[in-house]
T-cell receptor
Framework: GDSVTQMEGPVTLSEEAFLTINCTYT??????LFWYVQYPGEGLQLLLK?????DKGSNKGFEATYRKETTSFHLEKGSVQVSDSAVYFC????????FGAGTRLFVKA | EAGVAQSPRYKIIEKRQSVAFWCNPI?????LYWYQQILGQGPKLLIQ????????DSQLPKDRFSAERLKGVDSTLKIQPAKLEDSAVYLC????????????FGSGTRLTVV
C-alpha cells in the first residue's frame, strides 16, 4: 500500500543553519505532495505543496521539489530561525492521504 | 476566513466511559476528515466524509467509534466505551474537495483516558 517515510528526528540545528528533512513516498500514480507544520498544542498547518513532477512548492523560505524519479519530496530551508522549531509532516494527497511519522526540529539561538 | 473549529480542547475520562467531539469545518468545504494522532506519530485517518456521505471509514474501529455529519456541515465523533489506547489528539480537517488542495486542520481535542 501507499506509504510515506520521513527522516527520524529530532533534528537540532543552530540558528541560520541549512535545513533538510528527507521524505520519500510510495504511491499508486502521481499524487500531490504536501508538507505540514505542527506547533505545540496546535493542529497541522499546510506549509507547501506540489501537484506534479518537477513542481517546486515554497512558502516562508521553505522549499520542496517533487522528484518523480526518486519518489522524494525533501524539505529545505536556507537559514532556519528559532521560530521554525516544530514538527514537520510530509504527506501524499489525493483520494488516500498518507502522513509520515513527523520530524521534530529544534533550532537553538 | 474562519478556521476549522473543534471542541472541547481537552477531555479526561475514565475507561469505559463515553465521549463526543465536535467539529465545524470551513464554510463551503465539502470534505471533512477525522484523524487520530497518537503522541509521537503522524495523523491516522479515521473517517472521511464528502458532504454528509461517508467516503472512507476503513480504519474506524466501528465497535466503539462512530461519526456523523448531519446536513453536510458540522460533524461529531463519538467513542463508547473508551479504552486506554484511545488516548490521543483527535484532529478534524476539511478541504474543498478530495484532491490536491491540502487540508485545513482544527487545533484538535486532546483525549486522556485513565
Amino acid at each position: 500500500g501507499d506509504s510515506v517515510t520521513q527522516m527520524e528526528g529530532p533534528v537540532t540545528l543552530s540558528e541560520e543553519a541549512f535545513l533538510t528533512i528527507n521524505c520519500t513516498y510510495t504511491a499508486t500514480g502521481y499524487p500531490s505532495l504536501f508538507w505540514y507544520v505542527q506547533y505545540p498544542g496546535e493542529g497541522l498547518q499546510l506549509l507547501l505543496k506540489a501537484t506534479k513532477a518537477d513542481d517546486k512548492g515554497s512558502n516562508k523560505g521553505f522549499e520542496a521539489t517533487y522528484r518523480k524519479e526518486t519518489t522524494s519530496f525533501h524539505l529545505e530551508k536556507g537559514s532556519v530561525q528559532v521560530s521554525d522549531s516544530a514538527v514537520y509532516f510530509c504527506s501524499t494527497g489525493g483520494f488516500k492521504t498518507i502522513f509520515g511519522a513527523g520530524t521534530r526540529l529544534f533550532v537553538k539561538a | 476566513e474562519a478556521g476549522v473549529a473543534q471542541s472541547p480542547r481537552y477531555k479526561i475520562i475514565e475507561k469505559r466511559q463515553s465521549v463526543a467531539f465536535w467539529c465545524n469545518p470551513i464554510s463551503g468545504h465539502a470534505t471533512l476528515y477525522w484523524y487520530q494522532q497518537i503522541l509521537g506519530q503522524g495523523p491516522k485517518l479515521l473517517i472521511q466524509f464528502q458532504n454528509n456521505g461517508v467516503v472512507d471509514d476503513s480504519q474506524l474501529p466501528k465497535d466503539r467509534f462512530s461519526a456523523e455529519r448531519l446536513k453536510g456541515v458540522d460533524s461529531t465523533l463519538k467513542i463508547q466505551p473508551a479504552k486506554l489506547e484511545d488516548s490521543a489528539v483527535y484532529l478534524c480537517a476539511s478541504s474543498l474537495e478530495i484532491s490536491g488542495y491540502g487540508y485545513t486542520f482544527g487545533s484538535g481535542t486532546r483525549l486522556t483516558v485513565v
